[in-house]
C-alpha cells in the first residue's frame, strides 16, 4: 500500500513495526510525535496553510529590521 493511500493508524503501525522490539518508549514517542508532525504538514501543504520561500524570507528582512539585527527574546513571536 502507499503511503498516501494509508490511513493515519495504518502510518503509526507501519512505524512502529519498523522499530526494533527492543526500543524504548522514548524511541516510540520520539517516532510517533515525528509521523503525526509529517502528516500535519501535509494536510497543511494540501489545505494551502503554508507560505512561500519568497513570503518567509521578506518576514525575515522585516524582522531583522525591526529588531536591529538582533534576535528577538523567546517567546516573544510576532507571528499567531
Known amino acids: 500500500m502507499k503511503p498516501e493511500e494509508m490511513t493515519d493508524k495504518q502510518t503509526v ?3 512502529l513495526q519498523r522499530l526494533p522490539d527492543d526500543a524504548s ?3 516510540i514517542r520520539y517516532e510517533v510525535e515525528t509521523i503525526l508532525g509529517i502528516l500535519e504538514g501535509l ?3 494540501d489545505e494551502g496553510r503554508t507560505h512561500s520561500h519568497e513570503e518567509v524570507m521578506e518576514d525575515v528582512r522585516k524582522w531583522l529590521q525591526k529588531s536591529g539585527g ?3 527574546p523567546a517567546g516573544n513571536s510576532t507571528r499567531p
Do not use: Y
Open 25 to 27: 518508549i522514548e524511541d
Open 13 to 15: 503501525i507501519d512505524v
Open 70 to 72: 538582533q534576535p528577538a
Open 43 to 45: 494536510r497543511d501543504a
